[in-house]
């Protein structure tokens, strides 16, 4: 800015010492226009005015001769007088016409030092179009952004302290909001991993621990806006943590994080309680459970079914099974079938009809 400075404040000074205005170029160009054909216009008007009003055969003489006339002839015949009206209209305008054009022709100057004026003028304009972006409209933005870098090259330090201000406002709102949100997630992810324990007790893993792990991203004070404390944190849309789900399946054991430990039954286990207890204010339309049958049976695997079946009534569900226990819950089946044809094989799939899925 400092080494911009001189720069600035030349083109500034160039730009001010014509001082454009946005539409200035089209209003002289009009205005040269009509001194440059002074003589011209003056000698028209002139003849104009001698023809239509105070010449030896001016038009408007005869027009109020031919109303006279028309007039007399409507007294003795009244079709004439739509004629009569016409010839009186017509003598009106002409009167009209004549006075414009006699007030216009009295107007007309001959100015030699304003035609120079505005030739000057026009060249200076010329200059500062071609030096600033085409265009009277680009000068005068041209010259809002030389004043505010100005304006910023003289209050440099003010305007900086101004912006930290802001930003350290922007930091305390977003560290506060952070905390809370962070906080508040802490509060329901214990409340979560009661809720889901106790759910996968029901779904045949009984020794189940569950806890969501909520810890804070760390960051610095060069690229982060929440601090708390003396420390930084990175955060964005969805807040300052990272949240992972440790669980433990058998007794004994300390939880570890899901994807480590967890068979694809067990996941889907979890995940079909976390959906029960999430289930209403979650916005997936669509859940897929692929065998989440995998080493259960009996009346768990009809627990398993029965918890499907109420969350059916927030998502569609389809799932993949080999128990009746659960496929009985469903209300439509498909079978996957293979088949061989031309010893070629080819699987596929249709919608099964009651008595068969009784079968």
Known sequence: LKERRSLVEFQLGEIDAVGPESDEEQRLERELTVLENAENLFSATERLYRALYDGENALHDGLVLARNELEDLARIDPSFADAHQEAASATAIVDELAKFIQSYNSRIEFNPGR???????????????????????????????????????ENFEEEAQKLERQLAACIARTSEIAQRLSNKRREVGKKVGSAVVTELRSLGIPNAAFEAVITNRPGSAEDSLVKLGKDWFAADGTGMDTVEFHVSANAGQEPRPLSKVASGGEISRIMLALKMILAKSDRLPLLVFDEIDSGVSGRVAQAVGESMKRLSQFHQIIAITHLPQIAGCADAHYVVDKTEKNNRASTGMRLVDPDESVR
């Open 115 to 153: 035609l120079e004026e505005i030739r000057e003028r026009l060249g200076a304009l010329t200059l500062l179009r071609k030096k600033y972006g085409g265009s009277l409209d680009a000068v005068i933005a041209k010259r809002s952004e030389l004043a505010a870098e100005l304006s910023l090259s």
